[in-house]
């Protein structure tokens, strides 16, 4: 059970959320377990770009943790989702989220806010891993923020709420793009390489958007077709 607890803690880290408490004692209720276990696979889904096996496992969670009516926690799971998809530059209203907010705690209220890139948010409610960024009074300083995280997953969600805000630098795009090539990810990879490719095109440099594509092309008939 110690494992399960350990990797409850690396849970809150990797994805910027917790199920629980981390810590040692009772047996872990097997809800934890099967909801710990659907979220991560949910997520390597998504990022995966199998968006068939992301919807499965995400609706397994979900009613793992409906399970214990705590609809908090149910919000917290929605959450989990709408962060992956800002990692992948799916920038929408979180509805699944939304529908919950009153009953959501005020610190998954304050990431709510950060993740759709709504200015306010407090800044010391977020998780850990994004305050430096979010804080961060120049967009030069929150690209060297983001690059010192040390999680895969919320580094691409730091950097994705900086560009939902308007904030993504060159060097943020490097960093977002080589985060998501060494972790294989091929919904983020497509997605940060397509900024890449727009900005290329924008700055007219042909060859540099024409490389870009080269790589996209790639990435794109790599594993299964992506959807959703």
Not at 73 to 91: H, K, W
């Amino acid at each position: 059970m110690r494992i399960v607890n350990t990797t409850l803690c690396a849970l809150a880290m990797a994805a910027l959320a917790t199920l629980a408490a981390c810590s040692s004692g009772p047996p872990v209720p097997d809800w934890k377990m099967n909801a710990q276990s659907s979220v991560e696979r949910f997520q390597a889904a998504y990022l995966n770009g199998n968006a068939l096996v992301e919807q499965t496992e995400f609706g397994r969670a979900r009613d793992q943790v409906g399970s214990t009516g705590k609809i908090e926690l149910i919000a917290r799971i929605e959450l989990l989702r709408c962060a992956t998809r800002v990692a992948s530059l799916v920038f929408d209203e979180c509805p699944g989220y939304e529908t919950l907010r009153n009953d959501a705690s005020p610190a998954d209220r304050a990431y709510a806010s950060y993740l759709a890139g709504k200015a306010g948010a407090d800044v010391t409610l977020l998780p850990e891993a994004q305050r430096a960024a979010a804080g961060a009074a120049s967009d030069t300083a929150a690209a060297s923020a983001v690059a010192a995280i040390k999680d895969p997953l919320s580094q691409l969600v730091a950097a994705g709420v900086l560009l939902r805000s308007n904030r993504a630098t060159p060097a943020l795009l490097d960093t977002a793009v080589a985060t998501a090539s060494d972790q294989g990810w091929r919904r983020p990879l497509l997605a940060w390489l397509g900024v890449q490719r727009l900005r290329a095109e924008q700055a007219g440099d042909t060859q540099e958007a024409e490389r870009l594509r080269r790589r996209m092309d790639i990435v794109e008939k790599s594993g299964k077709p992506l959807a959703g």
